[in-house]
Structures are given as structure tokens and as C-alpha cells.
């Protein structure tokens, strides 16, 4: 990978499911150890995004570049190998398995590499105490916390260049979230890039460096967590108004709208567990490649979904 090359860089893809058009020319990019959050309403496209960047959907047009090789097309097992880990909406754990397990299908890909088992299964229990307890327990019998403590741990078996989650609080309550949250910065200090999608937008926003919304399709809006954190009212105009209202800070500058945010490339970047943000202000902005998109989109026509993955 070149030198300040972003670790990720997903360039101008387009999504369909069939006839219907996901993604419209996405453009994201997270650097090495980097935090980002993925933000929009319902149906914004969040999730596609990430089964995109996983193989579990093709694009119909664009590319997906990680550690300076080609992704886009791959299949998920193959994308796991190269370091990416996907945390779904919905945990899919295997619930008739006892949790270790589970955490042996995380550690699937690893099998051949000369990785010891039991010596990430040791460091992964070592961030979730509960899960040594329940090591024999069936998943599908754990409390809803602790089964997304498994399906994180599960996700980190495979020993991730890069973290994706989608949705971590959904339906756990406030203090599971906080401490799972908190679970994140560890791996996230040690080295591991996160990128996640969080119904509550002003906890994801806390938690990274950067951040994307997209809506119907599009990234509209990209700059720095903390300057979309101080600016409810921006959040708001975008998110609706209840995210803009869960908490008043002083205003700060708008992060710059509809461009392709490019991870900082200046020596002096911070670390990302701290929850400091990369030096800069806020991101480098671009034209508009939409129209370009479409041409692209119609020459290569529809893509084909993927489902299936280990």
C-alpha cells in the first residue's frame, strides 16, 4: 500500500437489489486505525454500503480498494482473509452453538495461517470476562448484551486490519451500550480500524473521528465528528429533528458537504483510542461524480446481490 494511501478507500459504487438502485456513486475512505461513523434515516443506504465493503454485495460500478489491493467483486470469505471483519445488523450468531463455538467460526479463516485458537479466544474473552463464563453456554440462551459481546468477539476471532459494525445498540439497553462502546475504543487503540452505523447518532459521533451521512443513495454531508457534533441544527437538517435534539453544544464550523472525504494524509495525525480527531480541518472536498455514476451504472447494468458468505 503506498505511503498515506487510505487503508479503505471505496470509490463511486453503485448498489442495486434486482431493478432498484441502492447506492448512487458512494465514495467513503478510513485511514489506517481510523474511527468512522456511518450515519443516515432508514433506507439511506447504510447497510448496503458495508455489505458492499464485505462481499456480500457486488457493485455494479465503482471500486473497492483495501491495503492498496482491489476488493470489489470478492466474496466474503476472501474479504475476511485480506483483514475485514463485518458485524451485521442482527448479530447472526449460530444460537444452537455453545459460545466457543461460535468463537471458533470466527476464527474460520486463521485456521491455516499457524494462529493459535486458543490464544485468541483468550485475548478475545479477556475484553468480555462474561464470555469465559459462558464458554459452554448455547448463544442462543444469553441475555441480548451478551450476544452482541459475542458477536464482536466473534467478529475479532479472525484477528481484523479493519472492524465494520452495524447498528451496536440496537435494542440493548443504555449501559450495554456504553460499555460495548467502551470495548470499541480498546480494540480500536490497539490498532484496529472501526467503521460503524449507530441508530444514535450523537453516541457514534462521540466515539470517532470522522463522519459520513448518506441519504437516498448519496453521501450529502462528511467532515469531522466533533464539528457535526457541536452543530445539532446541521444534524438535524439531515437526520430529522430528533437527532439534532438530544443535545445542545455551542456551535462550531460546518464540515464541508457532498465531496469524498479523504483520510488525513498530514504526519501529524493523532491515534484514534484516545478519541482524538486527525489534524486538518475537517475533510478535502471534490466535484460531484453522479452523472458520471449513472453512465457507469447503465454501460455495466444491474449487479448481482450476494447472501451467502461463511
Same mark, same amino acid.
Given at each position: 500500500?503506498?505511503?498515506?494511501?487510505?487503508?479503505?478507500?471505496?470509490?463511486?459504487?453503485?448498489?442495486?437489489?434486482?431493478?432498484?438502485?441502492?447506492?448512487?456513486?458512494?465514495?467513503?475512505?478510513?485511514?489506517?486505525?481510523?474511527?468512522?461513523?456511518?450515519?443516515?434515516?432508514?433506507?439511506?443506504?447504510?447497510?448496503?454500503?458495508?455489505?458492499?465493503?464485505?462481499?456480500?454485495?457486488?457493485?455494479?460500478?465503482?471500486?473497492?480498494?483495501?491495503?492498496?489491493?482491489?476488493?470489489?467483486?470478492?466474496?466474503?470469505?476472501?474479504?475476511?482473509?485480506?483483514?475485514?471483519?463485518?458485524?451485521?445488523?442482527?448479530?447472526?450468531?449460530?444460537?444452537?452453538?455453545?459460545?466457543?463455538?461460535?468463537?471458533?467460526?470466527?476464527?474460520?479463516?486463521?485456521?491455516?495461517?499457524?494462529?493459535?485458537?486458543?490464544?485468541?479466544?483468550?485475548?478475545?474473552?479477556?475484553?468480555?470476562?462474561?464470555?469465559?463464563?459462558?464458554?459452554?453456554?448455547?448463544?442462543?440462551?444469553?441475555?441480548?448484551?451478551?450476544?452482541?459481546?459475542?458477536?464482536?468477539?466473534?467478529?475479532?476471532?479472525?484477528?481484523?486490519?479493519?472492524?465494520?459494525?452495524?447498528?451496536?445498540?440496537?435494542?440493548?439497553?443504555?449501559?450495554?451500550?456504553?460499555?460495548?462502546?467502551?470495548?470499541?475504543?480498546?480494540?480500536?487503540?490497539?490498532?484496529?480500524?472501526?467503521?460503524?452505523?449507530?441508530?444514535?447518532?450523537?453516541?457514534?459521533?462521540?466515539?470517532?473521528?470522522?463522519?459520513?451521512?448518506?441519504?437516498?443513495?448519496?453521501?450529502?454531508?462528511?467532515?469531522?465528528?466533533?464539528?457535526?457534533?457541536?452543530?445539532?441544527?446541521?444534524?438535524?437538517?439531515?437526520?430529522?429533528? +430528533?437527532? =439534532? /435534539?438530544?443535545?445542545?453544544?455551542?456551535?462550531?464550523?460546518?464540515?464541508?458537504? #457532498?465531496? !469524498? %472525504? @479523504? &483520510? $488525513? *494524509? +498530514?504526519? =501529524? /495525525?493523532?491515534?484514534?483510542?484516545?478519541?482524538?480527531?486527525?489534524?486538518?480541518? #475537517?475533510? !478535502? %472536498? @471534490? &466535484? $460531484? *461524480?453522479?452523472?458520471?455514476?449513472?453512465?457507469?451504472?447503465?454501460?455495466?447494468?444491474?449487479?448481482?446481490?450476494?447472501?451467502?458468505?461463511?
Amino acid at each position: 500500500m503506498p505511503v498515506n494511501a487510505p487503508l479503505l478507500d471505496v470509490d463511486d459504487i453503485s448498489v442495486f437489489y434486482g431493478q432498484i438502485q441502492a447506492l448512487r456513486g458512494v465514495s467513503i475512505a478510513i485511514a489506517a486505525g481510523e474511527r468512522v461513523a456511518l450515519l443516515g434515516a432508514n433506507g439511506a443506504g447504510k447497510t448496503s454500503t458495508l455489505r458492499a465493503i464485505s462481499g456480500l454485495l457486488a457493485p455494479a460500478a465503482g471500486s473497492i480498494t483495501f491495503d492498496g489491493r482491489p476488493i470489489h467483486g470478492m466474496r466474503a470469505h476472501e474479504v475476511i482473509r485480506r483483514g475485514i471483519a463485518h458485524l451485521p445488523e442482527g448479530r447472526e450468531l449460530f444460537s444452537g452453538l455453545s459460545v466457543e463455538d461460535n468463537l471458533r467460526a470466527g476464527f474460520w479463516s486463521l485456521r491455516k495461517s499457524g494462529a493459535s485458537f486458543e490464544e485468541r479466544r483468550d485475548r478475545v474473552m479477556d475484553l468480555f470476562p462474561i464470555l469465559r463464563e459462558r464458554a459452554k453456554q448455547s448463544a442462543g440462551t444469553l441475555s441480548g448484551g451478551e450476544q452482541q459481546m459475542l458477536g464482536v468477539a466473534r467478529a475479532l476471532m479472525s484477528d481484523p486490519t479493519l472492524l465494520i459494525v452495524d447498528e451496536l445498540s440496537l435494542g440493548l439497553a443504555p449501559r450495554i451500550v456504553a460499555q460495548l462502546f467502551e470495548i470499541l475504543r480498546d480494540v480500536n487503540s490497539r490498532g484496529t480500524a472501526v467503521l460503524i452505523v449507530e441508530q444514535f447518532v450523537h453516541m457514534a459521533l462521540a466515539n470517532t473521528d470522522r463522519a459520513y451521512v448518506l441519504s437516498k443513495g448519496h453521501v450529502v454531508l462528511e467532515g469531522r465528528s466533533a464539528d457535526l457534533l457541536a452543530d445539532p441544527q446541521l444534524i438535524a437538517s439531515y437526520l430529522g429533528e +430528533s437527532a =439534532g /435534539s438530544e443535545q445542545a453544544p455551542r456551535k462550531a464550523p460546518s464540515p464541508k458537504r #457532498a465531496s !469524498k %472525504a @479523504r &483520510p $488525513s *494524509r +498530514s504526519s =501529524g /495525525s493523532t491515534g484514534s483510542g484516545s478519541g482524538s480527531v486527525r489534524s486538518g480541518a #475537517a475533510v !478535502k %472536498a @471534490r &466535484p $460531484s *461524480r453522479g452523472r458520471k455514476t449513472a453512465r457507469r451504472a447503465k454501460a455495466s447494468g444491474p449487479g448481482t446481490g450476494r447472501t451467502t458468505g461463511p
